[in-house]
């Protein structure tokens, strides 16, 4: 078991969140393919997209519906700060993910978050468990409670 993981389910653990992560068999590497298979609509597929806070010099979370992208105007905006590109070796460096596993739980350090208010609309969202190739379910409100994100409208 990779150190992410570990480290996703430890968290979860601590929060009392009772995940059960999967190992998939198949291509998840886009959230339809994750939707589809799990069998969930893809807005339920919890994206966490890490931005580069160019004033703070931190990773900011944006965990967004699956179906939905980012505005980088409209985050940077709710981030109060401009928002760069984060690169592969800044998101490993400060989350402890790879991208394409980033956990919106299990963070090396604690993190900002911005939640879509698109995730809310489902009783249960999925979400990266530290890799590429695990998941887990989880009630839409307790996702929210256990990053302590902001609720924002910062989609396209």
Do not use: Y
């Not at 590497?29 to 580069?52: E, G, M, N, P, R």
């Not at 991208?99 to 963070?107: A, T």
């Not at 978050?113 to 307790?142: M, Q, Y």
């Amino acid at each position: 078991m990779s150190k992410s993981l570990k480290r996703v389910i430890r968290h979860a653990d601590e929060l009392g969140l009772g995940i059960k992560v999967i190992q998939m068999t198949t291509p998840t590497k886009t959230a339809q393919q994750a939707a589809d298979a799990v069998a969930c609509h893809v807005d339920q597929i919890a994206k966490s997209i890490i931005f580069l806070g160019c004033d703070s010099n931190t990773p900011i979370l944006f965990l967004t519906a699956g179906g939905n992208r980012v505005c980088a105007n409209k985050a940077s905006q709710i981030a109060k700060e401009p928002l760069g590109k984060a690169d592969a070796s800044f998101i490993r460096a400060t989350t402890g993910f790879a991208i394409g596993g980033v956990s919106p739980i299990g963070h090396l350090n604690p993190i900002r978050c911005f939640v879509d208010p698109r995730l809310l609309a489902f009783e249960t969202v999925w979400a990266a468990a530290g890799t590429p190739n695990h998941l887990f379910s989880i009630n839409a409100e307790k996702l929210l409670a256990a990053t302590q994100g902001v609720t924002s409208d910062f989609c396209e």
